[in-house]
């Protein structure tokens, strides 16, 4: 069927479907099918009157709670750098928008995963995160490490007991750990346009060493 009919007419989403139900993990066919999904999505978006980074956002959205117990089919690994490449180069006006860690976040990717992965893409300094690019990627990870202050480590003050022990929902990042990583964004808001950013991001390490 895969062969015959899901990949040669573009049917992606069948495409998953056969690649979950068949248990493969081929990531090189994976990734190459979600690439073809984004492309689908952007050309369908664009025949509407809309931005298509809520159409992709949307389908990357719903697939995203459909494969969540099966990360091998929607690896965050390969799928974060792809809607942050395709954001950067197809979706300019929306630079400033942090919907591409919103698209995850409601997906089920943990704030966790998210920022591991944003933090090690802006230490790569790989084309085309450079530059003001580059920033982008601080943006979204400030975005996520916020997220995670309000949900995880001030969610903690609210943990419920379970069975006589507190359950712990800092999902085992420790505070420590975001404010370095974010302390290392640093050196490079220096620009006249990086004001707010910087700000944000000294307010966030502030409210995070007093709690």
């Known amino acids: 069927m895969f062969n015959l009919y899901a990949d040669p007419y573009g049917y992606m989403e069948i495409c998953l479907l056969i690649f979950q139900g068949a248990?493969?993990?081929?990531?090189?066919?994976?990734?190459?099918?979600?690439?073809?999904?984004?492309?689908?999505?952007?050309?369908?978006?664009?025949?509407?009157?809309d931005k298509p980074y809520n159409y992709v956002a949307d389908t990357f959205r719903s697939l995203g709670r459909r494969f969540a117990l099966s990360e091998y089919i929607f690896p965050p690994d390969d799928l974060v750098p792809m809607l942050e490449k395709y954001s950067i180069e197809k979706q300019p006006d929306a630079v400033d928008l942090p919907w591409v860690p919103q698209t995850f976040l409601d997906a089920g990717i943990s704030p966790e995963i998210l920022l591991r992965i944003l933090d090690s893409m802006f230490f790569r300094d790989e084309v085309p995160f450079?530059?003001?690019?580059?920033?982008?990627?601080?943006?979204?990870?400030?975005?996520?490490?916020?997220?995670?202050?309000?949900?995880?480590?001030?969610?903690?003050?609210?943990?419920?007991?379970?069975?006589?022990?507190?359950?712990?929902?800092?999902?085992?990042?420790?505070?420590?750990?975001?404010?370095?990583?974010?302390?290392?964004?640093?050196?490079?808001?220096?620009?006249?346009?990086?004001?707010?950013?910087?700000?944000?991001?000294?307010?966030?390490?502030?409210?995070?060493?007093?709690?």
């Open 23 to 49: 248990d493969y993990r081929g990531s090189h066919e994976i990734r190459k099918c979600w690439t073809s999904l984004l492309k689908q999505t952007h050309d369908e978006a664009l025949t509407h009157d």
């Open 130 to 211: 450079r530059g003001a690019a580059r920033k982008k990627l601080v943006k979204d990870a400030l975005f996520v490490a916020d997220h995670w202050y309000r949900t995880a480590l001030k969610g903690r003050g609210k943990s419920t007991v379970m069975g006589g022990s507190v359950a712990n929902r800092d999902g085992g990042f420790k505070k420590e750990m975001v404010v370095e990583m974010l302390e290392g964004y640093k050196p490079i808001l220096t620009g006249a346009g990086d004001g707010a950013t910087r700000e944000t991001l000294e307010r966030l390490v502030a409210e995070m060493r007093r709690f």
